[in-house]
């Protein structure tokens, strides 16, 4: 079966791992951290601001591959702090109004210090 | 591709997080409290006691979308203590007598604090 | 649909999970730490050793299932220091020469102690 490979300008890019791949009539997203997609620096400071833009990122994505946030169907956040849980979840519901995906989380740091971590991977159809 | 959202009242449910979704032939279930569908307290003190209620939330929720434990083809424990590792694996198995899903996993914590986290997603169809 | 369990001696096993189940149009592989497939030993002490003998389990798995490393679709990584974000990334990129997975990571530990984690979950078609 086909496996496409998506790419866009207006998320953030890696040398190790594809922004998203299209198979099996899903789009599998990287995890998104909270950062500009040229400047490559941390925005916001806030929870909200920080899960913002990782959606924002997220939403690029799926929207270079032909989806959108209103198709995703299963969503993993990792977060730094725990105490940033209601925070996240402020802004998470602004980006699914009407149905919320499926979800699974989890709290702890990778990779980036110094930033209220609020990766995400999504699978949308 | 179609997207049904499942729904069943023998599950925890939130405003931030469906159950399950249905697509591209998989459904996606949400990452699993030792939560009671009814009053959401903790159930159980032992990590044994604490899985099986998170598979039994999986259960139900499978049971709604037209799937069952038999079918679960990957899933994913969070654990808040790495000691609990061979207790939950001894419950695990009572879930997955003939053939058990590939599994992933990891040990921290996440949200709510007090019990051992025992988070699990499943993928099913 | 189909659920086809798949089996490898190439690659360690456990009576908890199955190495990988094919489903979807899918291969959902299980995680896979640095160990021997048949003695179960830990294999290499840097993180570039242990992180090639993670994903020489997930290429044997795949193989068994009739997939390759050239299909993963995506993965996860779980890294139990973070420091070893860069080796890691090293020996990933030998891996996946031509186009790299959509990737998701973690940094934290689970179940067995004493070695750089570098836990993965491969998606492939």
Not at 15 to 44: D, M, R
Not at 66 to 86: C, H, R, W
């Amino acid at each position: 079966m086909s496996r496409e490979v998506i790419y866009t300008e207006n998320a953030p890019r890696s040398p190790v791992y594809s922004q998203a791949i299209k198979a099996a009539g899903l789009v599998f997203v990287a995890g998104q951290g909270p950062f500009h997609p040229v400047t490559g620096e941390i925005c916001g400071e806030t929870i909200q601001e920080q899960t913002r833009q990782c959606l924002s990122n997220v939403s690029s994505i799926l929207s270079a591959a032909g989806s959108s946030m209103s198709k995703v169907v299963s969503a993993t956040f990792i977060l730094a702090e725990e105490s940033d849980f209601a925070g996240m979840n402020e802004e998470w519901s602004n980006w699914f109004p009407v149905t919320t995906p499926a979800r699974q989380g989890a709290n702890h740091s990778e990779g980036n210090e110094g930033f209220n971590r609020s990766n995400r991977r999504s699978l949308t159809r």
